[in-house]
């Protein structure tokens, strides 16, 4: 007698049952790796910032508004509201804010520069705009007129110098004396035998050490460089140099342990308190140079650094000069970098690589030295 196979019906049965299974374990999974309830997708997910707490005082509030239009609908804003901005890494520095905006309104402001440097760096750029009034100095002077003012050294006097570890212009010159580390550590000497009076204007037989006067005669037409921005303008050596030849610059910088935005003032240049990934606040094509020296360099991540070169290539016009000016990085690295800023769309009129042995030559350290121009045609 023919038997029937009974065990085949139990056996799909079996496989209807475990997809059954599989598809509910799947949807499961999903509802809760995706429900704003649930588990993070992954462990290295970039953190999500906290959104405002009633722990941040009034003014943190009177400041980002929203604000009421005082005539209503504004068309060129296609609102009838204010929303002053107020950078996302601001709330991940949520304690360091909350010090920064706990003040009286109409009276002094704390003295707190380096709190404020500090936010900035951390990416809360811009800061919120404060009500109240910064400290300055006691006794400040006049300033000196121009031309004088290019080569002197200011007064004391017009310096607040609470938030730096000198308290004198005397004290700045003399770091090159210590083994402390400190920005821009020599630029404050502005005398005769210093090195500030022969940077970018004396003749150099290092290929990587380009003179403005060699920049400036590459441009096409002769004088068509007249305004610009030197990213990470130390004391304003660069900018007074291109001032002296009729060019006007904007010098960007940091009080990293001095004075430099007041240094630079002091001079007759225009300081920029600004950080290097910020946008820019120039409109596109309108700039006839752009200098960088260090600020650009390997500490800054890849990414970062090309979103900061295709920055710069936005406000420059076209035919615009981009001087990369001694970045450094590691020998290693070089292939990374080169292609970054290839990749840019800069045309190369100048390109010169070279070791950087300050430090010794065991960390097999490297530079770059560059004039790149913006194309004149289709450089969108």
């Given at each position: 007698?023919?038997?029937?196979?009974?065990?085949?019906?139990?056996?799909?049965?079996?496989?209807?049952?475990?997809?059954?299974?599989?598809?509910?374990?799947?949807?499961?999974?999903?509802?809760?790796?995706?429900?704003?309830?649930?588990?993070?997708?992954?462990?290295s997910s970039l953190p999500v910032p906290p959104p405002p707490t009633p722990s941040f005082p009034s003014e943190y509030y009177s400041f980002t508004g929203p604000h009421k239009l005082?005539?209503?609908?504004?068309?060129?804003?296609?609102?009838?509201?204010?929303?002053?901005?107020?950078?996302?890494?601001?709330?991940?520095?949520?304690?360091?804010?909350?010090?920064?905006?706990?003040?009286?309104?109409?009276?002094?402001c704390p003295d707190d520069e380096p709190l404020l440097q500090k936010l900035l760096l951390r990416g809360c750029d811009p800061l919120p705009i404060r009500r109240c009034r910064p400290a300055s100095p006691k006794n400040p002077v006049p300033p000196?007129?121009?031309?004088?003012?290019?080569?002197?050294?200011?007064?004391?006097?017009?310096?607040?110098?609470?938030?730096?570890?000198?308290?004198?212009?005397?004290?700045?010159?003399?770091?090159?004396?210590?083994r402390s580390f400190d920005d821009c550590k020599d630029c404050f000497d502005l005398s005769a035998t210093g090195r500030e009076i022969k940077r970018w204007v004396t003749p150099s037989t290092n290929p990587l050490d380009f003179t403005i006067d060699e920049v400036l005669s590459l441009a096409k037409p002769h004088n068509s460089i007249r305004i610009g921005l030197d990213l990470g303008g130390g004391s304003g050596t660069f900018a007074v140099r291109m001032r002296e030849r009729n060019v006007t610059m904007v010098a960007s910088t940091l009080n990293l342990n001095g004075p430099?935005?007041?240094?630079?003032?002091?001079?007759?240049?225009?300081?920029?308190?600004?950080?290097?990934?910020?946008?820019?606040?120039?409109?596109?094509?309108?700039?006839?140079?752009?200098?960088?020296?260090?600020?650009?360099?390997?500490?800054?991540?890849?990414?970062?650094?090309?979103?900061?070169?295709?920055?710069?290539?936005?406000?420059?016009?076209?035919?615009?000069?981009?001087?990369?000016?001694?970045?450094?990085?590691?020998?290693?690295?070089?292939e990374e970098y080169v292609s970054v800023i290839e990749s840019v769309g800069f045309e190369k009129l100048k390109w010169e690589i070279g070791r950087k042995l300050d430090r010794g030559a065991e960390l097999k350290e490297m530079y770059i030295s560059a004039l790149l121009q913006k194309p004149l045609k289709n450089s969108w």
């Open positions: 007698m023919e038997t029937k196979p009974h065990h085949r019906f139990p056996l799909q049965n079996h496989l209807i049952l475990y997809i059954l299974l599989l598809i509910t374990s799947n949807l499961l999974t999903f509802y809760l790796f995706s429900s704003p309830h649930g588990s993070p997708a992954s462990s005082p005539f209503g609908h504004n068309p060129n804003m296609d609102s009838s509201l204010l929303n002053p901005p107020l950078a996302q890494p601001c709330l991940l520095s949520g304690s360091l804010l909350t010090t920064f905006l706990s003040y009286n309104v109409n009276s002094s000196l007129p121009y031309p004088d003012s290019l080569w002197t050294t200011p007064p004391d006097e017009n310096i607040h110098w609470s938030a730096y570890t000198c308290k004198s212009f005397k004290c700045l010159v003399d770091r090159i004396k210590t430099f935005s007041n240094f630079i003032a002091s001079r007759g240049i225009i300081p920029l308190y600004t950080t290097v990934g910020k946008r820019l606040p120039f409109f596109d094509n309108t700039l006839d140079i752009v200098h960088s020296m260090h600020v650009l360099s390997n500490w800054i991540p890849t990414t970062v650094l090309h979103f900061v070169l295709f920055d710069l290539y936005r406000v420059l016009r076209p035919g615009g000069l981009f001087w990369l000016d001694h970045f450094f990085f590691v020998e290693g690295q070089m």
